[in-house]
């Protein structure tokens, strides 16, 4: 395998040298912070390297979308960071974003045009899906997960929020993996408990935590890798599985990881 | 003695025609306090809307059983409700079977046709009475099926029953009076209703003119009093499902609704230019505390909620034991505004009776626990949005109170100190790009 050697462009240097990129990488604030889903970050900027796309990133200059803060029910803070980032990128003059976070995509997308944010903004599941159609990712027989049993976890705001059910599977079957449906899937999916702003306080009182009942599901479909395409998914995931002491035989995974171990990469 | 009963009938269909106009004009009154919201535009995809979804029933068919169950009787009543035009014909002119000359032999068909949605209804009647009070499916059992909500479900199940026998009565009466010749016109034999004429048939002709009339009359002003009472009761979906369906949200279900009056404010904090600077600020309240607070759409929400169960059947909170029920928000919703508009109603204080949406029907604990999956939204078959007025109770919460759970608190300072909801340092959110050369475990 030749050793490449991985670039991550800044959008400031990038403008300094008047250039602009095809597409901004939006990292959000776990893709950023997040030890775990650091390495999704990696992973799909290894992608983006091997695939050669023309990217960037916003790096010191990113900032939270405000998706949790306008979910709690704080407007002001919301507004504050969405015209801040607006402000930002209109400078840099971005047309195309792709981000592996549902909630920031989400943001993005539908909340940014009526603050004067207007971008074309595609999640990575369905940018993956593109790049894997139009042959730029080739899977040679599947890599290590051919045939292996994979089930997918449906993030809401991907799926029901914004009806995006088939890109993440599709990626899934360019794996050649046995993809395994848990009882509750796509429109029906379960939420994994921390959209909402959740993610930042504890769960009110109840039964059961929601991401062990998630959990329980995606176990019971006997998958040995859990496909989340979302940073709070994955961490809710993990978490649960981790409370059911399966970590050593099942992995939670981003489809970003999957694709460039796939890849070795 | 036939005028008697003329004016008798047209006496019946004011008293119904008033009620029926004074609610309806109430429950508009009720829902036009809520505030503006721009649903206009876009008719056609509306239209496909509310066709696909109200008149086609589609978002039913995620549940089969009582998809079909439900489909008998919404097919009876939409069709049976023709016959009930005859029925006020005949009322007013004092006629009998007004359409039966016209159609002739069609009309025995036409009739026979009717009387299979009649034992159609009647078996989706009763096997939605079992399924409630015997099978006890979850969904009906819930905390905020109070007695009274329950009651309204059976007693609109029983209604039905009884209206059903009263036609299949009527008809079993009538052929045996078309037999002896009492002036009454023949419509050939109805299948079903004429299983019931052993029982009538040795009965003179005058106590069977007597029963065919009760029934008659039975039906009519028991239909009357049906459309009244369901102002009054969660069947009123069976007419606002189609305006609410029409007037559902287009948008991808993930976007919050905007707030203007926040994005001057911001602007003008950012220095940024500002569209209609001067004009005065609008004075209102920052989210929703009480029902005026809410858009009307929210409020025509409320009295489409057939109180199914479907959106708290899929809520992750519901299911893992949380307080927060999506259908007791409508409910709940609904009760907030019925109280106000009865208050308004009488002259009495409305909106200022010290009470409010929040805290007195809807608790802290309940708009906490909503992880704004949406599920709820997509199971509704009436496209009704819950999580719409959690989300506006939270920003009343939060703007306007400052109430939020610590954590969130913490959450929002990082926010405004370092730009990221966790507490780190704004310079280091680019290094996960450091190590990206080294090898990775
Ligand atoms: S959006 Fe909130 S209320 Fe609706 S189903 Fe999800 S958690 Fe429950
Ligand atoms: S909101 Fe919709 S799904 Fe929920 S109880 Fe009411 S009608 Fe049923």
Redesign the interface.
């Known amino acids: 395998m030749s050793e490449i050697e991985y670039k991550v462009p800044v959008m400031a240097d990038m403008a300094a040298q008047g250039q602009s990129p095809e597409v901004l990488f939006w990292v959000g604030c776990a893709g950023s912070f997040d030890e775990r889903y650091k390495q999704v970050t990696r992973a799909f900027v290894k992608i983006l390297n091997k695939v050669g796309v023309s990217f960037a990133v916003l790096g010191p200059e990113e900032s939270c979308t405000g998706d949790p803060a306008r979910r709690a029910g704080n407007e002001f803070l919301f507004q504050m960071q969405a015209m801040s980032n607006i402000q930002l990128m209109n400078a840099y003059e971005i047309k195309k974003i792709v981000t592996a976070c549902p909630h920031c995509f989400n943001t993005l997308k539908n909340e940014y045009p009526e603050l004067g944010g207007n971008y074309e903004v595609i999640h990575h599941s369905t940018y993956l899906q593109q790049l894997i159609n139009e042959g730029k990712v080739k899977l040679q027989g599947g890599g290590e997960f051919k045939g292996k049993k994979i089930t997918y976890h449906d993030s809401c705001y991907l799926g029901r929020a914004n009806k995006v059910y088939e890109a993440p599977r599709e990626v899934l079957q360019a794996l050649d993996a046995e993809l395994v449906e848990m009882k509750r899937c796509k429109t029906k999916g379960l939420c994994c408990g921390a959209g909402g702003a959740q993610m930042f306080k504890e769960p009110e009182k109840g039964k059961k935590d929601i991401n062990i009942e998630r959990t329980e599901e995606a176990l019971e479909t006997g998958a040995k890798i859990i496909a989340a395409a979302c940073p709070f998914c994955l961490t809710m995931m993990a978490d649960g599985v981790k409370n059911k002491e399966k970590e050593a035989e099942v992995a939670v995974m981003d489809i970003a990881e999957l694709i460039a171990k796939a890849e070795g990469l | 003695m036939a005028y008697l009963s003329q004016i008798a009938f047209i006496a019946v269909l004011g008293v119904a025609i008033y009620f029926l106009y004074k609610r309806i004009s109430r429950i508009k009154k009720n829902i036009q306090l809520g505030k503006a919201l721009d649903r206009s535009g876009n008719t056609s995809e509306r239209m496909k809307t509310m066709l696909l979804v109200a008149f086609g029933q589609q978002k039913m068919f995620?549940r089969i059983i009582p998809a079909i169950l439900h489909l008998f009787i919404y097919v009876g009543f939409l069709i049976i409700n023709l016959e009930v035009l005859e029925f006020v014909i005949d009322g007013l002119f004092g006629t009998h079977r007004f359409f039966a000359p016209y159609l002739g032999s069609f009309y025995g068909v036409l009739m026979n046709g009717f009387e299979v949605l009649v034992a159609l209804v009647l078996f989706s009647c009763v096997a939605f009475l079992v399924r409630r009070n015997v099978l006890k499916v979850p969904r009906f059992q819930s905390a905020e099926m109070t007695s009274w909500p329950r009651l309204d479900a059976n007693l609109i199940l029983v209604i039905e029953i009884v209206l059903m026998f009263a036609i299949l009565t009527m008809n079993a009466t009538d052929q045996i009076l078309q037999g002896r010749d009492a002036g009454y016109y023949a419509t050939g034999s109805i299948f079903f209703s004429a299983l019931f004429i052993p029982l009538f048939e040795g009965l003179s002709t005058g106590t069977l003119i007597f029963i065919e009339r009760f029934a008659w009359w039975f039906h009519i002003v028991g239909i009357l009093a049906f459309a009244v009472y369901v102002t009054y009761s969660k069947h009123l979906h069976i007419f606002l499902a189609f305006p609410n369906t029409y007037f559902s949200n287009l948008?991808?279900?993930?976007?919050?609704q905007?707030?203007p009056e926040?994005?001057k404010?911001?602007?003008m904090?950012?220095n940024?230019p500002v569209e209609n600077a001067d004009a005065p600020a609008e004075i209102g309240r920052?989210?929703a505390k009480d029902v005026n607070d809410l858009s009307w759409k929210n409020l025509m929400d409320a009295y489409s909620c057939t109180e199914c169960g479907r959106c708290t059947a899929?809520c992750?909170?519901n299911?893992?034991?949380?307080?927060?029920s999506p259908r007791k928000i409508m409910m709940d919703t609904r009760d907030r505004l019925e109280e106000v508009g009865k208050s308004l109603e009488a002259g009495g204080p409305g909106l200022e009776d010290g009470k409010s949406l929040i805290d007195d029907y809807i608790t802290r604990?309940e708009l906490?626990?909503?992880?704004?999956?949406?599920?709820c939204?997509?199971?509704c078959p009436v496209t009704i949005d819950p999580l719409s007025i959690i989300?506006q109770m939270?920003?009343?919460?939060?703007?306007e109170e400052s109430n939020?759970?610590a954590?969130?608190n913490s959450?929002?300072s990082n926010?405004?100190t370092s730009?990221?909801?966790?507490k780190?340092a704004?310079?280091?959110?680019?290094?996960?790009?450091n190590d990206?050369?080294k090898k990775?475990s």
């Open positions: 995620k948008n991808a279900k993930g976007q919050m905007n707030m926040v994005t404010e911001v602007k904090m950012l940024l920052f989210g899929e992750p909170a299911l893992t034991g949380k307080k927060l604990e906490l626990a909503c992880t704004s999956c949406n599920a939204v997509e199971a989300l939270r920003r009343y919460a939060v703007m939020a759970p954590s969130w959450m929002f926010m405004e730009f990221s909801p966790w780190f704004p310079s280091d959110r680019f290094n996960w790009a990206i050369n990775q």
